[in-house]
């Protein structure tokens, strides 16, 4: 039986004043066993003020990688505004503070199809630290359920058609800081008939807040994120921490 040939895919990537880390984000995905001249690399900066502008500007000069940047409107409306900008149909996202494996691209386009999403688990990196084993513990880290079935995807570890995207109106720009953005594109994607699928090899490594300063408003984020999550969908079972604490 023939191998299918890759899909085209553009990487979507929203970042804000994470320019160490980013980093390292790029050069993880600039190191994917995925054909090179099969995906792109977009990366939105939410206007950043620490010096990534002019790292962006210097390495997209003979890079596949583009950058754009908009002004600072959270994290929902830059992936929206990186799916304006990219030139395939079939769309993957992840984060600033992740580190993709290298063979992510390739396990997440073997799954590609019309009306799904698939995604894979979030390891905390440097999981020694005990916050990264509460994460670990907590069940955030995986989007499977215990009866194999998906509810949710997270926005840092994604990839859909552009055409599923579009149909549910994309990332909810009222959400202006990383958290919930993910759950309620989860929810209107199941309203809109798209299965939600986890590959366990598309997995990457997380960068969790360690730091109480920084544990705290990551938090704070992500609970004004749920707020908009409960008001639009007030109906649904809230998710646990698990949900609320991935990401962003």
């Not at 995906?39 to 003979?62: P, W």
């Not at 020694?128 to 994460?135: A, N």
Request: proline content about 7%; overall charge negative.
């Amino acid at each position: 039986m023939n191998t299918p040939p890759p899909r085209f895919i553009s990487v979507i990537i929203p970042t804000y004043n994470r320019l160490s880390m980013l980093r390292q984000t790029i050069e993880s995905l600039m190191q994917q066993t995925y054909p090179a001249d099969h995906y792109e690399l977009i990366v939105v900066d939410d206007g950043s003020t620490d010096g990534t502008f002019a790292y962006l500007e210097e390495l997209t000069e003979g890079q596949r990688l583009r950058a754009i940047h908009p002004t600072n409107s959270g994290p929902a409306a830059a992936r929206n505004t990186g799916v304006q900008a990219a030139k395939y149909e079939w769309l993957a996202f992840t984060d600033d503070d992740c580190c993709v494996n290298p063979d992510w691209l390739t396990s997440l386009a073997r799954f590609l199809a019309p009306q799904c999403a698939v995604g894979g688990p979030i390891i905390p990196a440097g999981s020694s630290h005990w916050l990264h084993r509460f994460f670990l513990a907590s069940g955030c880290t995986h989007p499977q359920q215990p009866d194999g079935a998906v509810k949710t995807l997270f926005s840092c570890n994604m990839a859909l058609h552009r055409r599923d995207l579009s149909a549910v109106g994309g990332f909810d720009a009222t959400f202006v800081h990383a958290g919930g953005e993910d759950l309620d594109l989860s929810y209107r994607l199941l309203a809109q008939g798209i299965t939600l699928t986890c590959m366990s090899g598309a997995f990457l490594y997380h960068e969790y807040p360690t730091h109480w300063l920084a544990f705290t408003r990551h938090f704070w984020s992500h609970g004004q994120g749920m707020g908009v999550v409960f008001s639009k969908w007030p109906h649904q079972a809230p998710p646990g921490l698990a949900q609320q604490g991935k990401g962003g």
